[in-house]
């Protein structure tokens, strides 16, 4: 079955960075787009970051664009968020997903907080 396990949330202080791993299993990685979404308390998921699944593309929120890199390695099944100058308002629950034009499996999340 899909399965998909985020790792790598915690608390950093502001101007820090995280990088967050994201393990699939159950499927074949590479013929998948794969997400990032986030979710602060009290407010909707939102997409951060997608990358088609070749590497080839990538797109990201304006919010995190030129702190956040979206990258994967189809070898390992893994995608990865590198996340860097993180700012208070990134502190959410993070989360991987596959899609197929929209998500259709996420993982559990991780947490991640950004406070001094």
């Known amino acids: 079955q899909v399965q998909l396990v985020e790792s790598g949330g915690g608390l950093v202080q502001p101007g820090g960075s995280l990088r967050l791993s994201c393990a699939a299993s159950?499927?074949?990685?590479?013929?998948?787009?794969m997400s990032w979404y986030r979710q602060a308390p009290g407010k909707e998921r939102e997409l951060v970051a997608r990358?088609?699944?070749?590497?080839?593309?990538?797109m990201y929120a304006d919010s995190v664009k030129g702190r956040f890199t979206i990258s994967r390695d189809n070898a390992k099944n893994t995608v990865y968020l590198q996340m860097n100058n993180l700012k208070p308002e990134d502190t959410a629950v993070y989360y991987c997903?596959?899609?197929?034009?929209?998500?259709?499996?996420w993982g559990q999340g991780t947490q991640v907080t950004v406070s001094s």
């Open positions: 997903s596959r899609d197929r034009g929209n998500p259709d499996y």
């Open positions: 990358i088609t699944g070749l590497g080839g593309g990538t």
């Open positions: 159950g499927f074949t990685f590479s013929h998948y787009t």
